[in-house]
T-cell receptor, first 110, second 113 residues
């Protein structure tokens, strides 16, 4: 089946640093979604991308929909402790079914 | 309620037992989804309801898994003859309609011992 590959799998950074992570697929997606999951909670949608080449921001978060439609990138600027969590990319296979990457775990040292 | 509610939060059961996991979607949401998340992995699709009917159950791993949504609101995921490999977090999500943002519940952590 379709798979999304996220990298890196984990990141250990200092507070205030910028963060970059990406997600790639062997198949084309028409929508890319980025979620954040904190311990004991379900994923929460951060950013949705609908058009190849699109660059969208949500506060300190910026995500891009790759031109090839096979990749997407998420950047977090000036990280703060509450950014800690697992970040997932996801794309829809048919309208009702999301496929998720395996996640990037972000840890921040104060 | 304000969000998707799942009960119980945690469930420990013995191998071979039957379990039911409940999901209360956001009021007015017609679409409901079940996902399973194994440790260190992203969620994996199980089943999707539009109203009362299971429109896509292609993600259910085998016939031990079944889900219902009899009145188009609350849904129950049922697992028969549980196996240790069924241990995971089971996530429910709902959306107003298909193609609108889906909101996830906090999940039910199932442990089969």
């Amino acid at each position: 089946g379709q798979q999304l590959n996220q990298s890196p799998q984990s990141m250990f950074i200092q507070e205030g640093e910028d963060v970059s992570m990406n997600c790639t697929s062997s198949s084309i997606f028409n929508t890319w979604l980025w979620y954040k999951q904190e311990p004991g909670e379900g994923p929460v949608l951060l950013i949705a991308l609908y058009k190849a080449g699109e660059l969208t921001s949500n506060g300190r978060l910026t995500a891009q929909f790759g031109i090839t439609r096979k990749d997407s990138f998420l950047n977090i600027s000036a990280s703060i402790p509450s950014d800690v969590g697992i970040y997932f990319c996801a794309g829809p296979i048919l309208a009702q079914k999301l496929v998720f990457g395996q996640g990037t775990r972000l840890t921040i040292n104060p | 309620g304000a969000g998707v509610s799942q009960t119980p939060s945690n469930k420990v059961t013995e191998k071979g037992k039957y379990v039911e996991l409940r999901c209360d979607p956001i009021s007015g949401h017609t679409a409901l989804y079940w996902y399973r998340q194994s440790l260190g992995q992203g969620p994996e699709f199980l089943i999707y309801f539009q109203g009362t009917g299971a429109a896509d159950d292609s993600g259910l791993p085998n016939d031990r898994f079944f889900a219902v949504r009899p009145e188009g609101s609350v849904s129950t995921l049922k697992i028969q003859r549980t196996e240790r490999g069924d241990s995971a977090v089971y996530l429910c999500a709902s959306s107003y309609t298909l193609n609108t943002e889906a909101f996830f519940g906090q999940g039910t952590r199932l442990t089969v011992v």
